[in-house]
């Protein structure tokens, strides 16, 4: 059964700080992993990330993958309350389109 | 449409009564998914349809769960004989094929 697990659960860090949120997960036939932010209802999407090593950046956001470890991180630098947010980890297969979820982290932070 | 989009956003009803769920997705999108999140929980998927027929539908809790799309778009999931447990944030969203996944608002559920 395919498995994602992320850590922390929850973190609460000050406006400034960076952070680190991190994915691994256990997938037979791996294909993508990718991040979304959930603020309210809907996850809005942020990367999808299928080679080692490359990193993929959006602003103060990054991500990098380690198929060989089999985890990923989400990097958030320079951090604004606007960045409080559910973040979800999730991967996909080749052998079936659905997407399994982890838990998510849960990151607020303090103005 | 510009993104994908769900009716109701929120739905009350009492235990016992059915419910209907609708998802339309971006135009275009020939793959369409429902998951489901429970307060608290990850998202779980329930069912994929890829055009109108649905090769991955594992995902469905019971036999009171139903899905169908037409025309290769507009979704509905149908719950019979709704039961508490089956409150929850119900998200759909659709893909090219096997890329990215574009969600919807979702619609919260609430069966007293």
């Known amino acids: 059964e395919d498995k994602v697990v992320q850590s922390p659960l929850s973190l609460v860090v000050h406006e400034g700080d960076t952070v680190t949120l991190n994915c691994s997960y256990e997938?037979?036939?791996?294909?993508?992993l990718l991040w979304y932010k959930q603020e309210k209802k809907a996850p809005t999407f942020l990367f999808m990330l299928?080679?080692?090593?490359i990193e993929k950046k959006s602003g103060r956001l990054s991500s990098i993958l380690d198929k060989k470890e089999l985890f990923s991180i989400l990097n958030i630098t320079a951090t604004q309350t606007g960045d409080s947010a559910i973040y979800l980890c999730a991967v996909g297969a080749t052998s079936g389109s659905r997407l399994t979820f982890g838990e998510g982290t849960q990151l607020t932070v303090n103005p | 449409g510009a993104g994908v989009s769900q009716s109701p956003s929120n739905k009350v009803t009492e235990k016992g009564k059915d419910v209907e769920l609708r998802c339309d997705p971006i135009s275009g999108h020939t793959a369409l998914y429902w998951y489901r999140q429970s307060l608290g929980q990850g998202l779980e998927f329930l069912i994929y349809?890829?055009?109108?027929?649905?090769?991955?539908k594992s995902g469905l809790p019971s036999d009171r769960f139903s899905a169908e799309r037409t025309g290769g778009s507009v979704s509905t999931l149908t719950i019979q004989r709704t039961q508490q447990e089956d409150s929850a944030v119900y998200l759909c969203a659709s893909s090219e094929q096997r890329n990215e996944q574009f969600f919807g608002p979702g619609t919260r559920l609430t069966v007293l």
């Open positions: 299928t080679s080692s090593g």
């Open positions: 997938v037979t036939n791996f294909r993508s």
């Open positions: 349809f890829q055009g109108n027929s649905a090769p991955d």
